[in-house]
C-alpha cells in the first residue's frame, strides 16, 4: 500500500451514526474476510456489513486495493475502509468500530487513494489522499479529513493540497487543527502574493464543516487548469473535479453535489407524487436539474407515493429500487426509492429533456452517491 505521510509544522495532524450489532466483536483480519467475500457475491457477509456495497459492487473482485487500517484507543477500536477500483465512481472509504457500527460512508473519492489515523489529544481524525489527473498530464491531490467520534463520524474539511503542472509542483499542507479553525500554508506558487502564504478555514456550525472565505489555493489551481490548453488523448476527470464532490449529510442521507447546487430547505412534493411529502430540494439552474429527497413515514413503502412501478435488487438489508425514466412535460424525472431497516427514502430527479442527454454521465454519478443511513 502506497502511505502519503501528512507534514505538519506546527502540531507533532454522505455523517453516518453507529447502528446497533449485538455488540458483535470484529478485527481488521476479519472485517477484510467479511468484505473480500461479500465483493465475490456472499449475501450473509454484505448483510454484516450495513450497506457498504451497492448491487455495482456485487461480482466486482476485480479492485486495485482494498486496504484497512485501525485506531485502538484502550477498548475501543476503529476501522477505515479503503475500497479502490479502476472505475471511480465505485471507489468506498468507510469507518466501522470493532462491534461492526456503521460509522460513515463515502462514495465521492477518485483517483488512487491512501489514508492515515491521526490522534491530536481526545480527537480522532482519519486523513484520505486522493491523487489524480486533469487534461490528461495535470496531476492533482485532495485531502479529505474526516472526524471520528465515540458513536458516529463525519467529513470536516476537503481541499485540494498538490498541484503538478510542467514537473513544478505546488501545495497546501495543513500546519495546525483546532476546534475553530484549520490552518494551512501555500508552498511552491507561481503567483508570489499567495507564495508561502497561510489560508485559514473557520468551523461552521451549520454545515460542520471547516471553510475558507477565500479558498486560496482551490481557486489558484482551477485558474491554472483552466488557462492550460491540451489535446485529450486518455480518459480523465472533468477540470470542474474540485466543484463536485462535496458530500451533503442531512437527516441520515448522503449525497454528493457540486456548491453549484442550490438548497431548497424544505420542499413540498405533490405534483410527482400520489401523495404528497416534504423534504430538501437541490437545483441546478444551469443544468435545468433538480434532486428531492423525501422521507417516507414508518409503515409505509414508495409504491404508495410513486405513480409507477418502483423495481429492484436486494443487497443484504440495503433495498434499491427506481421506477423508468418517464416524461412530464418538457421534463424527464425518475423516482429511486431506498430502504434500509426501519429508514426509508424517496430520491426524485427531474431534468429538462434538452439538457439530460449531455448531462448523464454526471446524473448518473450523482444518483449513484446517494445513500441513507442504516
Same mark, same amino acid.
Given at each position: 500500500?502506497?502511505k502519503?505521510f501528512?507534514t505538519f ?8 451514526s ?7 466483536q470484529?478485527?481488521?483480519?476479519e472485517l477484510?474476510?467479511?468484505i473480500?467475500?461479500?465483493?465475490a ?5 454484505n ?5 457498504l456495497?451497492s448491487v455495482?459492487?456485487?461480482g466486482?473482485?476485480?479492485y486495485?486495493q482494498?486496504?484497512i487500517?485501525?485506531l485502538?484507543i484502550?477498548?475501543?477500536h ?8 479502476f472505475d471511480?465512481?465505485?471507489n468506498? /472509504?468507510?469507518?466501522?468500530d #470493532?462491534n461492526?457500527?456503521? !460509522?460513515l460512508?463515502?462514495?465521492s473519492? &477518485?483517483? *488512487?487513494?491512501s ?10 481524525f482519519?486523513f ?5 489527473l486533469t ?8 485531502l ?6 465515540d458513536e458516529?463520524?463525519?467529513l470536516v474539511f476537503?481541499s ?21 479553525k484549520i490552518?494551512t500554508?501555500?508552498q511552491?506558487?507561481?503567483d508570489?502574493?499567495?507564495n508561502?502564504q497561510?489560508?485559514? /478555514?473557520?468551523f461552521d456550525? #451549520?454545515?460542520?464543516k471547516y !471553510?475558507?472565505?477565500?479558498n486560496l489555493f &482551490?481557486n *489558484? ?5 483552466k488557462?492550460?490548453s491540451?489535446?485529450?488523448t ?6 470542474d473535479?474540485?466543484?463536485i464532490?462535496s458530500?451533503?449529510?442531512?437527516k ?5 453535489l457540486?456548491?453549484d447546487?442550490k438548497?431548497?430547505?424544505v420542499f ?6 400520489r401523495?404528497s ?6 437545483i441546478?439552474?444551469t443544468?435545468g436539474?433538480?434532486?428531492t429527497i423525501?422521507?417516507i413515514?414508518?409503515?409505509h413503502n414508495?409504491?404508495?407515493y410513486?405513480?409507477y412501478?418502483?423495481v429492484?435488487?436486494?443487497t443484504?438489508r440495503?433495498?434499491?429500487k427506481?421506477t423508468?425514466?418517464y416524461?412530464v412535460g418538457?421534463?424527464y424525472?425518475q423516482?429511486?426509492e431506498h430502504?434500509?431497516g426501519?429508514?426509508n427514502?424517496?430520491l426524485l ?11 448523464k454521465?454526471?446524473?448518473d454519478?450523482i444518483i449513484n452517491?446517494?445513500?441513507?443511513n442504516c
Amino acid at each position: 500500500m502506497r502511505k502519503i505521510f501528512f507534514t505538519f509544522i506546527t502540531l507533532s495532524v454522505l455523517v453516518f451514526s453507529g447502528c446497533s450489532s449485538d455488540n458483535e466483536q470484529i478485527n481488521q483480519s476479519e472485517l477484510r474476510k467479511l468484505i473480500i467475500e461479500a465483493t465475490a457475491g456472499d449475501t450473509d457477509a454484505n448483510e454484516k456489513l450495513k450497506g457498504l456495497l451497492s448491487v455495482k459492487h456485487i461480482g466486482k473482485s476485480d479492485y486495485n486495493q482494498l486496504y484497512i487500517d485501525s485506531l485502538n484507543i484502550g477498548d475501543s477500536h476503529y476501522f477505515s475502509v479503503l475500497l479502490e477500483y479502476f472505475d471511480p465512481t465505485l471507489n468506498l /472509504f468507510a469507518i466501522y468500530d #470493532n462491534n461492526l457500527n456503521f !460509522l460513515l460512508l463515502d462514495k465521492s473519492l &477518485n483517483g *488512487y487513494l491512501s489514508s492515515e489515523w491521526i490522534k491530536m489529544g481526545d480527537r480522532k481524525f482519519v486523513f484520505v489522499q486522493e491523487r489524480f489527473l486533469t487534461k490528461d498530464v495535470l496531476s492533482l491531490d485532495r485531502l479529505s479529513i474526516y472526524e471520528v467520534y465515540d458513536e458516529s463520524a463525519s467529513l470536516v474539511f476537503r481541499s485540494l493540497s498538490r498541484f503538478v503542472k510542467d514537473n513544478e509542483t505546488c501545495s497546501q499542507t495543513v500546519e495546525l487543527i483546532a476546534k475553530d479553525k484549520i490552518k494551512t500554508k501555500m508552498q511552491g506558487l507561481k503567483d508570489a502574493s499567495l507564495n508561502e502564504q497561510n489560508d485559514i /478555514f473557520y468551523f461552521d456550525a #451549520n454545515t460542520k464543516k471547516y !471553510l475558507s472565505k477565500w479558498n486560496l489555493f &482551490n481557486n *489558484y489551481v482551477k485558474q491554472q487548469i483552466k488557462e492550460f490548453s491540451w489535446i485529450t488523448t486518455k480518459p480523465q476527470i472533468p477540470a470542474d473535479f474540485v466543484e463536485i464532490g462535496s458530500n451533503l449529510t442531512e437527516k441520515g442521507f448522503q449525497i454528493s453535489l457540486g456548491t453549484d447546487w442550490k438548497e431548497i430547505p424544505v420542499f413540498i412534493e405533490d405534483r410527482l407524487l400520489r401523495k404528497s411529502l416534504s423534504g430538501p430540494k437541490y437545483i441546478n439552474k444551469t443544468l435545468g436539474a433538480g434532486f428531492t429527497i423525501l422521507e417516507i413515514p414508518k409503515g409505509h413503502n414508495g409504491q404508495e407515493y410513486s405513480p409507477y412501478d418502483l423495481v429492484g435488487a436486494v443487497t443484504g438489508r440495503y433495498i434499491i429500487k427506481a421506477t423508468s425514466v418517464y416524461e412530464v412535460g418538457k421534463n424527464y424525472f425518475q423516482i429511486f426509492e431506498h430502504n434500509c431497516g426501519e429508514k426509508n427514502y424517496l430520491l426524485l430527479f427531474e431534468c429538462t429533456k434538452s439538457n439530460y442527454s449531455q448531462n448523464k454521465k454526471l446524473f448518473d454519478e450523482i444518483i449513484n452517491s446517494f445513500t441513507i443511513n442504516c
